[in-house]
T-cell receptor, first 112, second 116 residues
Framework: DQQVKQNSPSLSVQEGRISILNCDYT??????FLWYKKYPAEGPTFLIS?????DKNEDGRFTVFLNKSAKHLSLHIVPSQPGDSAVYFC???????????FGTGTSLTVIP | EAQVTQNPRYLITVTGKKLTVTCSQN?????MSWYRQDPGLGLRQIYY???????DKGDVPEGYKVSRKEKRNFPLILESPSPNQTSLYFC???????????????FGDGTRLSIL
């Protein structure tokens, strides 16, 4: 059973606008969340993370929001750039845990 | 350059022929892990290792073996591959020291296995 879900397989956004990628999880024991970006023929690369003691974490154009009560997190990219076109995976684990659970990915296309 | 190296990158083989996918990292990371990526299923963890001689099952360990005899290497072994193990495989590593036990993982570029 998928414990981390990304319900939108794809998303298209105009360059300069905001991209919002969503992720839901079912396990209330998760308290550490990460977003990875993946280009074709490459491995995923780490983008940004958040622990459950926070509800927001920002790094440049990327912001992750965590809503623990809804078991929902989102990644905001502002402004979106063509180079952001990639597949984005969210992942979850316990902060001191050893296992990671990934979503199915959202393919983002930023249109110039 | 800090990296996780997987070999081979591509392999086509037949059912039942034992194969090993190697993984090596040069970052002195304690934690290493294997994932498989399948359409509609995302990345699923196969096995992970907390340190030398310490390995444990992930979500989908059936049909796989691993070993961790040295810190830098974490090979994935398919003793008797079957077609349902056709997938894209990723090795990853991360540092486990410091104040937070969890650190982001560094991934290799993947190994595409086709089992006929």
């Amino acid at each position: 059973d998928q414990q981390v879900k990304q319900n939108s397989p794809s998303l298209s956004v105009q360059e300069g606008r905001i991209s919002i990628l969503n992720c839901d999880y079912t396990n209330s024991m998760f308290d550490y969340f990460l977003w990875y970006k993946k280009y074709p023929a490459e491995g995923p690369t780490f983008l940004i993370s958040i622990s459950s003691i926070k509800d927001k974490n920002e790094d440049g154009r990327f912001t992750v929001f965590l809503n623990k009560s809804a078991k929902h997190l989102s990644l905001h990219i502002v402004p979106s750039q063509p180079g952001d076109s990639a597949v984005y995976f969210c992942a979850a684990s316990k902060y001191t845990g050893n296992q990671f659970y990934f979503g199915t990915g959202t393919s983002l296309t930023v249109i110039p | 350059e800090a990296q996780v190296t997987q070999n081979p990158r591509y392999l086509i083989t037949v059912t039942g022929k034992k194969l090993t996918v190697t993984c090596s990292q040069n970052m002195n990371h304690e934690y290493m892990s294997w994932y498989r990526q399948d359409p509609g299923l995302g990345l699923r963890q196969i096995y992970y290792s907390m340190n030398v001689e310490v390995t444990d099952k992930g979500d989908v360990p059936e049909g796989y073996k691993v070993s961790r005899k040295e810190k830098r290497n974490f090979p994935l072994i398919l003793e008797s591959p079957s077609p349902n193990q056709t997938s894209l495989y990723f090795c990853a590593s991360s540092d486990r020291t410091g104040r937070s036990s969890n650190q982001p993982q560094h991934f290799g570029d993947g190994t595409r296995l086709s089992i006929l």
